[in-house]
């Protein structure tokens, strides 16, 4: 087999997607999660005190509402911060997103690899076939199972 830079590939080396591990084995299953009425202020101490980049955003029956990641905390900067300005309390729901992507827990790492490697996402939530949310698996996840296969 060739390459597009026609070097040979050893096919030794070639995981085959049946073979790939499950998504369950590197995703992150003891959660940090935000809800929508938490003042950013302590998800921004949290995600740095944790050294996460973001978590899922729950509603009071913990189905997933939103995310919340530095990004979205950046914008902070341009609200009461850096105009000096006293502002009531600033809630999550207020800076997180509703753009997410959902996997589910029977898919494997090389499926989990191409939804990265083909769109912007950084993490993924990872639901079980009732729809609820069991997991987390980010792009680093995907680092360490490529670690392992090698």
């Known amino acids: 087999m ?3 830079q026609t070097k040979a590939v050893d096919s030794t080396t070639i995981t085959h997607k049946k ?3 499950s998504v369950t084995k590197y995703m992150t299953k003891d959660l940090i999660t935000f809800t929508p009425d938490m003042d950013i202020n ?3 101490d949290s995600l740095l005190k944790h050294r996460i980049s973001g978590a899922p955003v729950l509603n009071d029956n913990g189905e997933v509402v939103g995310l919340i990641d530095d990004k979205d905390c950046l914008n902070v900067l341009f609200g009461s911060v850096y105009n000096r300005t006293p502002v009531g309390p600033e809630t999550v729901s207020k800076y997180m997103s509703n753009v997410m992507k959902s996997i589910s827990i029977h898919d494997n790492i090389m ?4 939804v990265f490697s083909s769109s912007p996402y950084k993490r ?6 009732q729809n609820k949310l069991v997991g987390q698996i980010s792009r680093r996840d995907i680092l360490s199972a ?3 296969m090698m």
């Open 2 to 4: 060739k390459n597009f």
């Open 19 to 21: 073979d790939a591990p």
């Open 42 to 44: 302590v998800v921004i």
């Open 111 to 114: 499926d989990v690899a191409y």
């Open 124 to 129: 993924l939530l990872v639901k079980d076939d």
């Open 146 to 148: 490529i670690k392992d």
